[in-house]
RNA sequence: GGGUCCGUAGCUCAGCAAGGUAGAGCGUCAGCCUCUUAAGCUGAGGGUCGAGGGUUCGAAUCCCUCCGGACCCGCCA
């Protein structure tokens, strides 16, 4: 038996995806902990002060994955999109009116949508672009506001535990990041009373008979800039939905409320998350969720995407020139590493999407079975698990803007599909042919107008 | 100060979860095809997998150390 192999042909789990293996440890995990396994939570916090970004729709997707894997397992599962709509605005995106400096320190959710009247505020217009986005890419979740969870009182039971223990709170965030601040101060942020902000506000002493905070308008430093506070000094029923928790408790309070299992986050995040795991732990009393972190998105020049440095790249950009799936297939690819996210992406998704298409409905043969389930269920999963009953036509995303840029104007659907025709292109049928010359002449009109 | 990721062909990167004969695209070169196009097809060349150690029958893959590059946190969220 010398130089025969070891190892045992290993079992493929799931569809063979990241996502998979990732799942299966989860409901490992929660077995372990004796928690029901009948409904299995996965969450996702949705920003809601700024333009969504494909980092924000990322991080949603990413844990809606984790949940399809849970149910590829035959469990079931629920993402949770939680809005941070309570926020205040730290500042004003670029490309709205300068003048919503006037809301800087207000909850987004008090703000009015700047951008006409088509929602009740500027963190529900916010949050809609994302949710737009999510539901084009397929996903589904549970909605949930997290200024309605406020004021509908859901966290209260945690909000009295962190309150009434707050000097515990404060050693542990001092413990953890070294941060002081929460030594002397309470981890919530009332809304003043008299002018409306939030992030001005300072929470000194708490009354545990009345479950009240005092509070002083005293302003803060947010983003290297100084938040002048009225100075109203005023006290705010912690359970009235009048206020928030710092994010450094918050994300436990909602972990054990919504029994929350899972969540992925950013990198960025990172502290903040072990704070809150700790927290959540010894406070709350609740084992907080499996976590994976993940690394954020970079432009090309490896830059992080910043709406101040001008390289937004939104959900909303994407689908001008790709399809959905080819987002999808962006994000699930790969889980932990490090990945770029602009439109120079997108042609070579639309093309790998049509590859792991052959490979999926067996037209192009993959030896190792391992591999061949990997990449059939990477596919799956860009479909959200619900793939199409047959292929659609494949065509080089080049050649597709290529014949874009020489169609003549006005005939420019007709000339591309008899050009595909000529070069045999169509002989399987065009299913989906539509879209890839909507996509192609929208990224040819636009190389061309930056030509 | 704390943490994470990356380093593989000229370039951009995949492969690493779950160890089993080093891959793709682009570029280059040779040829073919085509109604001129950043189009298409065939083939070729090209890598001591950052360095060193460890585990192993076997390491790009797992572990440790180091070097180089980048990012995040140390305000707030």
């Known amino acids: 038996m010398s130089g025969v192999r070891h190892n045992l042909p ?10 998979d ?8 995990r929660e077995r372990r902990l004796g928690r029901s396994l009948d409904l299995i939570r996965t969450e996702s916090g949705l920003g809601a002060s700024g333009f969504p970004h494909i980092g924000s729709l990322g991080d949603a997707l990413r844990n809606y994955a984790v949940a399809m894997g849970v149910q590829v397992q035959g469990y079931n599962s629920e993402l949770i999109a939680f809005s941070d709509d309570k926020d205040g605005l730290r500042k004003v995106p670029a490309g709205l009116p300068k003048d919503l400096e006037r809301w800087l320190g207000y909850p987004v959710s008090d703000i ?27 996903a589904e979740y549970t909605f949930k506001s997290g200024a309605k969870v406020y004021e509908e009182g859901v966290l209260n039971d945690e909000i009295l535990a962190l309150m009434e223990n707050a000097e515990r709170v404060g ?7 070294g941060q002081e601040k929460y030594l002397e101060a309470l981890p919530y942020f009332p809304v003043c009373e008299s002018c409306g902000r939030i992030y001005t506000t300072h929470a000194y002493k708490y009354l545990p008979e009345e479950h009240k905070v005092l509070y002083r308008c005293a302003g803060m430093e947010v983003k290297g800039r100084w938040l002048e506070g009225c ?28 029994d929350i299992r899972f969540e992925a986050y950013g990198k960025d995040i990172a502290d903040s998350v072990r704070v809150n795991d700790r927290i ?30 001008g390289n937004v790249f939104t959900p909303q950009v ?66 959200m698990l619900k793939p199409p009953e047959e292929p659609s036509v494949h065509i080089p995303y080049n050649l597709m803007t290529n014949l874009a840029m020489v169609a ?44």
């Open 21 to 28: 293996k990732a799942a299966k440890e989860l409901i490992e």
């Open 408 to 451: 003549p104007k006005g005939a420019e659907a007709r000339f591309i599909r008899e050009k595909l025709r000529d070069y045999g292109y169509l002989d399987q049928g065009d299913r989906g042919l539509e879209d890839r010359i909507r996509y192609a002449l929208n990224w040819s009109g636009t190389s061309v107008r930056l030509a």
């Open 112 to 138: 009015p949508d700047p951008m006409g009247d088509c929602h009740e505020s500027f963190g529900a217009h916010m949050t809609s672009l994302l949710l737009d986005a999510l539901d084009t890419c397929g």
């Open 10 to 19: 290993p079992e493929i789990i799931g569809r063979g995806t990241w996502y």
């Open 231 to 258: 100075g109203y000094e005023g006290e705010v029923d912690v359970l009235a939905g009048k206020g928030k928790l710092s994010w450094k408790v918050e994300f436990a309070a909602r972990w054990r409320a919504l």
């Open 318 to 383: 994407w689908f001008r020139y790709g399809s959905p799936q080819s987002l999808n297939l962006l994000i699930f690819k790969r889980f932990v590493g490090a990945k770029s996210g602009s439109v120079e992406d997108i042609p070579p998704h639309m093309d790998e999407l049509d590859d792991l298409e052959d490979v999926y409905f067996g037209r192009v043969k993959v030896k190792d079975p391992k591999e061949r389930a990997k990449l059939s269920g990477l596919y799956e999963y860009c479909w």
């Open 280 to 309: 959540c732990r010894e406070i709350l009393g609740y084992e907080p969720p499996m976590h994976v972190q993940y690394e954020m998105f970079l432009d090309r020049g490896g830059k992080k995407i910043s709406k101040s440095a």
């Open 171 to 177: 050693e542990i965030i001092k413990e953890e990041i």
